[in-house]
Nanobody, 122 residues
Framework: VQLQAYGGGLVQAGGSLRLSCKPS????????MGWFRQTPGKEREFVAC?????????YYADSMKGRFTISRDNPKNTLFLQMNSLKPEDTAVYYC???????????????WGRGTLVTVSS
């Protein structure tokens, strides 16, 4: 299964952006999908994750709570990340990932997609 994140771009501080991720095939029942981000020279940082089939459980990094919302549309087989009140420090390449663990640890995710760049100007 290939993952591709898209929807990044340039936005002013305080603005909003919605990222999407569409797997090329079926995600295993019980799997989790998540968003991570990375800036040059830094490790990949957890953003949020969601149980793919049920969508009832979500988990956010503390710094994203209240600003970012993860969701999924199973019929459309698409994962979303709604980002509001963006800050310049949110500038990063954002990746979607899939794996068996409801976790914020990048190494627990088995599948990674190409990232999409989000740039927030001050």
């Amino acid at each position: 299964v290939q993952l591709q994140a898209y929807g990044g771009g340039l936005v002013q501080a305080g603005g909003s952006l919605r990222l999407s991720c569409k797997p090329s095939g079926r995600i295993f029942t019980g799997y989790v999908m998540g968003w991570f981000r990375q800036t040059p020279g830094k490790e990949r940082e957890f953003v949020a994750c969601i149980r793919w089939r049920t969508g009832g459980s979500t988990y956010y990094a503390d710094s994203m709570k209240g600003r970012f919302t993860i969701s999924r549309d199973n019929p459309k087989n698409t994962l979303f990340l709604q980002m509001n009140s963006l800050k310049p420090e949110d500038t990063a390449v954002y990746y979607c990932a899939a794996g068996p663990s409801f976790s914020g640890i990048a190494s627990t995710y088995e599948m990674w997609g190409r990232g999409t760049l989000v740039t927030v100007s001050s």
